[in-house]
Structure formats: C-alpha cells, structure tokens
C-alpha cells in the first residue's frame, strides 16, 4: 500500500466517524434555530419589554409599582407572565 493510499484510507476512515457526529449536531442545531419561530417565551424579562413594547426602564418599573404589570422576582430579576401580558394586551383593546 502506498503511503497515498494509506492517507486516503485514514481520511476515509475519519470520515465515517464524523459524519454520525455532524448529522447529530445538524440536528440539534435545527431544533434550536426553531425555537426562535412562532414559539412565545413563557415570561418575559425587562429587555423584552423594553424591545417587544417599547417601554422604558421607568415606564416597566411604574408599572410594577401600580400593578399595571404583574411579575415575578427572581433574585434580582424580574419575569413577567407572557399569558398574562396577553391577557392585559386583550383587555385594554377593547
């Protein structure tokens, strides 16, 4: 065997292994570029808010003080119920 052909035999041979490992990660990689599409978040964080509605860091935290904006503190962050953001989106286009 030439030393050509035993180059080409180790490549084809790493090629067989890869190659479950590639479809595995095409896979997930699809799964995770689907989330993004037609699948809403659970809760929202400030940021959210701040790029979905347009609200201000002011607005969002008045809001939490009148009760306007129902949350969920966790830690130092806060999480706001999508369906209940729904809900209050709902309600007020009336």
Not at 58 to 81: A, E, M, S, V, W
Request: net charge positive; no cysteine; proline share 3%.
């Amino acid at each position: 065997m030439t030393n050509k052909e035993r180059k080409l035999s180790f490549v084809m041979r790493v090629k067989q292994l890869i190659e479950p490992v590639l479809e595995r990660l095409e896979t997930i990689d699809s799964k995770i570029s689907g989330q993004g599409k037609g699948v809403r978040p659970v809760y929202y964080r400030n940021e959210d808010l701040k790029k979905i509605f347009g609200l201000s860091n002011n607005t969002i935290i008045k809001y939490r003080q009148t009760g306007i904006l129902p949350f969920t503190k966790l830690g130092d962050i806060f999480l706001y119920d999508a369906a209940q953001i729904e809900k209050i989106l709902h309600e007020n286009g009336r």
